[in-house]
Structures are given as C-alpha cells and as structure tokens.
C-alpha cells in the first residue's frame, strides 16, 4: 500500500481512487496531516504526486508568459541548433579533472 492510500485510509476516505494517475480524482487537502508523516513517508508522497503530474503533463496548466519563453527557446534551438556539451563530453572532462586531482 502507498503512503498516501495508508494516510487515506487512516482519515477514513477509503473511496478516493488513486489507482489511476488521472486528473479526476480529488481529496481535500486537510485529508493529509503532512507534519505528522516521516520524512521518507513525505519524500514516498512527494513522488507519488510528481509521478502523477508526470503521467499528464498536458494537464498542467501553463501562463501565457510561460508557454511563450517556451516557444522563444524551442526557436532559438531550432535556428542554432544544440549549444550544449554531449554526455560524452561532460564525462571526458569530469574524468579528465578527477585524474588531475589525483
């Protein structure tokens, strides 16, 4: 069982669906003593809500601001294409200095 199930179950709402990661399903906020939960119960939670945001990103709304810097970038890489390092090149030039340093 999940930790947010447990900690649903214990508050007595037994009848939220969270099996699917799909946006219809609701719980109060006050449903989650979130203080009261370890950190590794809280770290558990925090990942089942980021993988539930993950499996709809269409879902999550965006600001007109935001929406248009996204397109501003995917432009400019489309005209200059990748000014970014490789994964290969970062890890020749991590290797690179941790064998300075030795």
Known sequence: MTVLKEVLALRGRRSVRLTTLKPEYTWPMSAIDVSSLSINDKLQLLDEIWESLYATPEAI???????????????????EGSVGSSWEEVETRIRTRLKACR
């Not at 709304?61 to 005209?79: G, N, T």
């Open 61 to 79: 709304p965006l600001l007109d601001s935001q929406r248009e810097e996204i397109d501003r970038r995917i432009a400019a890489m489309d005209r």
